[in-house]
């Protein structure tokens, strides 16, 4: 039997994420085609696709390769702490790769490690902690529909220039027109780039699911 090809022995999963990411996060999303992957793994553009099909089986991979850093959260960490600790890793992974999130867009991320470390583990422990299965999913569809949308509207890796194109944009308004936004733009500025808008929501929502779960089910808020 022929040995399989060097450049499909050199296109390795793993291989793949991490130069994909690389040319991503370095160059930005709109450079990343698998002209361009292959070039940077010298392998051929057929092995490429043999091991991801197109971008979207791509895309997959590198997403799934990015899950697999979520932490597993140690046993017996209360509930709100748990959740907390999930989301928020979350949250740092997809801020650090804004290309990423851009190119996936809304499409679904399903992935086997994305499953495994976040959805399952969480679903289980709030029905664990008293909820039923449709308050789980509830929960966890609002903190994760915040953490996507809080990571996708502003490149965090460069907060100075996010901040500046705000403030161009606020500067072409009419003051008549737009008297708050234009009047308070010290107030308005730093809150565009301030991670703290996000973990402050994200913990409203785990206080406010606990307060439910503990109201509905005779316990006491942890």
Known sequence: MPRQSTSLDLATPE?????ALLIVDQE?????????????????????????????????????????????????????????????????????????VALRGGRPWLGPQLLKRLVEPQLADSIAAGMTPEEAITAYRRMYLLTLGSASFVDHRDPKAARAATRTALAALDPEEFPVLTGHLVAVLPAVTDHEVYFGALRQLIHAADRARAGLHGGTVR
């Open 15 to 19: 291989r793949i994420a991490e130069q």
């Open 28 to 100: 930005g999303h709109t450079a990343l085609s698998f002209r361009t992957l292959a070039a940077a793994l010298d392998i051929s553009v057929a092995s490429l696709q043999r091991r991801c099909t197109d971008l979207a089986g791509l895309l997959d991979l590198v997403t799934d390769h990015l899950a697999a850093q979520l932490p597993d959260i140690a046993p017996g960490t209360d509930w709100a702490g748990a959740t907390e600790g999930r989301f928020a890793a979350l949250y740092e992974l997809l801020t650090a790769h804004p290309g990423l």
